[in-house]
């Protein structure tokens, strides 16, 4: 009965047995030390029989306490002590690998993606630091740059693409960058503004863009579209365009079509003189379709004329042929010959003149003397040439008797003498010539020699009605 106590109380000591305490809690060990504790129904332990050895343990009992010992010899010291004392929900704290993938960066973790496989822009396995990304300063993939800074304006933008017009990024030299390469916009395809003349149409903004400054064309420069009233005549498709084209004389007739009446047409409209349709001015008629009335009208109008005939027409007068000096004193001299069948004294010479609306030859300076006697007596002028178209002239005195003997004959150094239309006058500068002497009258002409060069040698006076001659020559008064 003993041994079989004994023995299971061993075996119960091990892995349980009926009759042992059901309230106790049980812990053992194959190999080791165990101790158990556990409370009695009294609250006491009971010892049947008191202490009990097998020859390899020892087996006691205290109260409120059994201590056991299987195994004298063994060596094992594990410790392992569990005091699970769960009350609630799992509140597990544990960090490390096991949360790496969760797609949260947690303590201790760079990165996080939720794949973690070193993708660029993603993190590498472990968690533990970053893949490859834009910004990084190593050229990466697609990357064309990497400069990790961000800067977008330099030549490496923030998305690691080389800098370049279209990018969206105004950089240097870049004048705009709309980010994209229409030419249509306010930013051409280049980054440049767009403008009128760039060739490319602005929508909006420009009708037309033909990219030149031509105003002539079928595109302003402007850039509005050309059309009738614009004021720009188109080539090839209008005849006229003054803007208003409402036929008004030198303008445009509406729709730009035809020209309305203008100088050059051939017909003479409104306030013109004349309109031969060209621009000659020796025919009577200047460009200007104005009627020439003089020389010196002429000259002003076309300061390229020459010396030659023109057909002059002065005011309540037919038109005639006079010769125009255009050189000698700036130009405008005229000069028309008369050879008449009777002598005619100054009065009747200056009658004679006045029908061409002209007065008695008056020389002004001592060129236009020179220029004079040339033309006097060049018989290639108007037919004839002779001394004697300068043996009279229109130079009187101011009143009967006036003496200028041995005084220079002109209006500096003879005042008591004038010119017919009391211009300045000019015949010589010689102080040796005895006259004019006072045998005279004022409407009388004196009568002149000149030498081969047209410098003159003599002259005098005589009493009323002065001296006469067949030959004359008259001029305009107006070059003075």
């Known amino acids: 009965m003993w041994g079989l106590w004994a023995t299971c109380g061993l075996v119960a000591a091990i892995s349980g047995c009926a009759g042992s305490d059901p309230g106790a809690t049980e812990s053992s ?103 490859a990304f834009c910004g990084d300063g190593v050229v990466n993939g697609a990357e064309g740059c990497d400069d990790a800074n961000d800067d977008d304006g330099d030549e490496c933008t923030n998305a690691c693409a080389l800098a370049s017009c279209g990018d969206g990024v105004l950089q240097d030299g870049e004048l705009c960058d709309d980010g994209n390469a229409e030419d249509s916009d306010a930013c051409l395809g280049t980054c440049v503004p767009a403008s009128c003349g760039d060739g490319f149409v602005q ?79 020796k025919d009577g008629c200047l460009g200007n379709c104005a009627l020439p009335k003089t020389c010196l009208v002429i000259k002003q109008f076309d300061p390229d004329a020459t010396s030659g005939a023109y057909k002059v027409t002065p005011d309540g007068i037919n038109p005639f042929d006079a010769h125009c000096d255009m050189t000698t004193d700036g130009g405008g001299y005229s000069y028309l010959k008369r050879l008449m069948p009777n002598a005619h004294n100054a009065a009747q010479a200056e009658a004679e003149c006045d029908k061409f609306g002209m007065n008695l030859f008056i020389p002004r300076t001592a060129a236009h003397v020179v220029a004079s006697y040339k033309i006097a007596t060049n018989a290639g002028i108007q037919s004839f040439g002779d001394p004697g178209f300068m043996y009279i002239l229109g130079i009187y005195p101011k ?23 009391d211009g300045p006058f000019y015949v010589g500068n010689k102080t040796n010539i005895t006259e004019p002497n006072g045998d005279n009258g004022v409407t009388s002409s004196m009568y002149y020699v000149w030498d081969v060069n047209g410098d003159v040698t003599g002259y005098n006076d005589i009493v009323a009605p002065g001296y006469t001659s067949t030959q004359f020559m008259c001029d305009f008064g107006d070059k003075k």
């Open 203 to 281: 929508a909006g903004e420009e009708e037309c863009d033909d990219g030149n400054l031509v105003e002539t064309d079928a595109c302003l420069s402007s850039c509005a579209a050309a059309s009738c009233g614009d004021g720009v005549i188109q080539e090839g498709v209008e005849a006229c365009d003054d803007g208003v084209n409402d036929g008004a004389y030198d303008g445009c007739e509406a729709g730009c079509e035809s020209l309305a009446a203008y100088c050059g047409d051939g017909v003479k409209n409104g306030e013109e003189g004349c309109d031969d349709a060209n621009s000659s001015s």
């Open 399 to 421: 009143v009967q008797g006036a003496n200028c003997s041995q005084k220079a004959m002109n209006s500096v150094g003879c005042t008591t003498w004038r010119a017919g239309d």
């Open 29 to 131: 060990t194959l190999s080791g030390t165990t101790t158990t504790t556990g409370d009695a129904t009294t609250g006491e332990s009971e010892s049947e029989g008191g202490s009990t050895s097998d020859g390899s343990g020892t087996a006691s009992s205290t109260s409120g306490t059994t201590s056991a010992t299987t195994d004298a010899t063994a060596t094992d010291t594990d410790t392992d002590t569990d005091t699970d004392t769960d009350t609630g929900p799992d509140t597990d704290t544990d960090t490390g690998e096991e949360l790496c993938g969760n797609g949260v960066v947690d303590g201790g973790e760079a990165c996080d993606d939720g794949v973690n496989d070193g993708a660029y822009g993603g993190c590498m396995p472990g968690c533990g630091e970053l893949a």
